[in-house]
């Protein structure tokens, strides 16, 4: 097990490569390397790489190939006209700490590949064209991708295809680009898990949507928070899928657009929707096809247990042949509950049982009789904290010493927040600035948000939101984290 030094400032390829003072210059002459199980290559922070890295070994599982990076500094960057990293047939391969910028495809392209992961990697303005997108794999095995962030990429932020074993966790994706670009598209593949994503097309130059799940198997799409798009969800078509425990909201643009959507690119059986607030949108859930299409079953469709407020049409809609229940939602007042269309009706295949109106949905999740009134399946899992008019739904963080906001005292618009243990932040803390209030973790790890209410917008749509982004090192034991923080602020003074 060999590690491999690369240092594009101070390295030179005539170097051994095997030590910080003897680092290669170039990504190439790693590429003329036969890399073996067990072996690293780390890139030392600072350097920029204008070159494609072509992985061509494979490691095993219990030793994969590694790259990553040393030193202290920004990430290493590699900035290709090419893929930022190409590999064909390479298994066992693990790529972390990296940056991939402007690169002219994909940021990263695996083909024939199998057990990979992709961590802690940014990913800046990759793709030259609305076709190459910024991660992609396809035709492989269990693919994960982790704790990244990609943003302003050309194409789908994340593209998946024919892959059996597919992972995508607490990534941050954030307007993809293009007349066909997704934040993240999946097709024809199995055995996946969507959770604790934050992905916004708020921004986005693309007529399309958040998540495309095009003939998935066994899938699970939870916990994460979906903003923006012409659609939340386009889920078409597939088989035991469970949508659960999302916040979707602004879903607009168009008068088909949608937070869920299936049922018209192939069969759709034992769909399971639940635990969503579905919220800031044009259609609910919605369960139809083109007419005079090829006609599809759809079977075991489930919805239920989920929150629908402020939609320009029903929270439900069916138009074609199906069969399955809506039950146990909560819908705010002025939100249609259901659009069902007279043949479906009469067939008395789908049936809608115990969803309750409420005046304010959100006076209904922190109001204990209200609660009780309509089942405890109206609450919001989504929120983690509360705080007079804040809300903090979004924790997406793979904290190594607990994973949990806690709710403080605090008053005059302060919320505090308690994370990472006794994990130090550096000697003034960090504070990060944003459109509304700022955001300051100290070095006790407590995490405090101030609004500032000069900065709120004249006109608005009901409430504004902001999000932030930060990391964490304690710099002694290796342990690090990061996290994404979504608050929203109601501009009449109650939770949203």
Do not use: C
Not at 216 to 228: F, K
Not at 467 to 474: E, W
């Amino acid at each position: 097990m060999t590690i491999y030094y690369v240092n594009s400032a101070t390295g030179s390829d005539r170097n051994s490569g095997t030590g910080q003072n003897s680092a290669f210059a170039t990504l190439s002459k790693v590429e003329s390397l036969t890399l073996k199980p067990g072996d690293s290559v780390l890139l030392a922070k600072g350097s920029v790489f204008n070159e494609q890295f072509d992985i061509k070994y494979s490691g095993t599982e219990s030793a994969p190939i590694k790259i990553g990076s040393y030193g202290t500094g920004a990430a290493p960057v590699i900035h290709s006209g090419g893929d930022g990293i190409h590999s064909l047939y390479a298994s066992n391969i693990v790529i972390e700490n990296l940056k991939i910028s402007n690169s002219g495809g994909a940021a990263i392209y695996g083909g024939n590949v199998s057990n990979w992961t992709v961590r802690h990697v940014e990913v800046d303005k990759a793709g030259s064209s609305a076709e190459a997108g910024s991660v992609k794999f396809r035709n492989s095995k269990n693919i994960t991708i982790a704790d990244s962030k990609i943003a302003g990429v050309k194409g789908d932020g994340i593209w998946i295809e024919k892959v059996d074993g597919v992972k995508l966790l607490n990534n941050t994706v954030t307007n993809s680009h293009g007349a066909t670009a997704d934040a993240v598209q999946v097709n024809d593949s199995s055995n996946i898990l969507i959770q604790g994503n934050h992905l916004d097309q708020t921004h986005a130059d693309s007529p399309k949507g958040v998540i495309a799940l095009v003939r998935a198997a066994n899938a699970v799409i939870e916990d994460n928070t979906l903003t923006g798009g012409g659609f939340g969800i386009s889920a078409p078509a597939g088989k035991n899928v469970a949508i659960r425990d999302n916040d979707i909201s602004g879903f607009h643009g168009y008068d088909w657009s949608f937070a869920v959507g299936l049922g018209d690119q192939g069969d759709t059986r034992d769909y399971n929707i639940s635990g969503n607030h579905i919220h800031d949108g044009a259609w609910g859930v919605v369960i139809t096809a083109p007419v005079g299409g090829t006609s599809y079953d759809r079977t075991n469709i489930k919805v239920h247990d989920n929150v629908f407020d402020d939609l320009t049409q029903s929270a439900l809609k069916v138009d074609r042949p199906a069969s399955g229940s809506f039950y146990n939602n909560t819908i705010e007042s002025g939100v249609n509950a259901t659009s069902i269309s007279p043949a479906i009706v009469d067939a008395h295949t789908f049936s809608i049982s115990n969803n309750h109106t409420v005046t304010n949905v959100e006076t209904a999740l922190t109001t204990t009789a209200t609660k009780a009134a309509t089942t405890d399946a109206v609450a919001d899992p989504a929120v983690v904290a509360v705080h007079d008019n804040l809300k903090i739904f979004t924790d997406t963080g793979d904290a190594h010493r607990g994973n949990l906001l806690e709710n403080d005292s605090s008053d005059n618009g302060t919320l505090s927040l308690r994370r990472f243990g006794d994990e130090s932040v550096g000697k003034h803390g960090l504070t990060l600035t944003g459109e509304y209030g700022v955001i300051h973790v100290d070095r006790d790890g407590s995490y405090a948000y101030t609004l500032d209410e000069t900065k709120l917008p004249a006109t608005h749509d009901g409430h504004v939101s902001e999000t932030f982004h930060y990391g964490i090192n304690d710099g002694t034991s290796q342990h690090s984290d990061g996290d994404t923080l979504t608050v929203f602020i109601h501009m009449d003074g109650l939770l949203t």
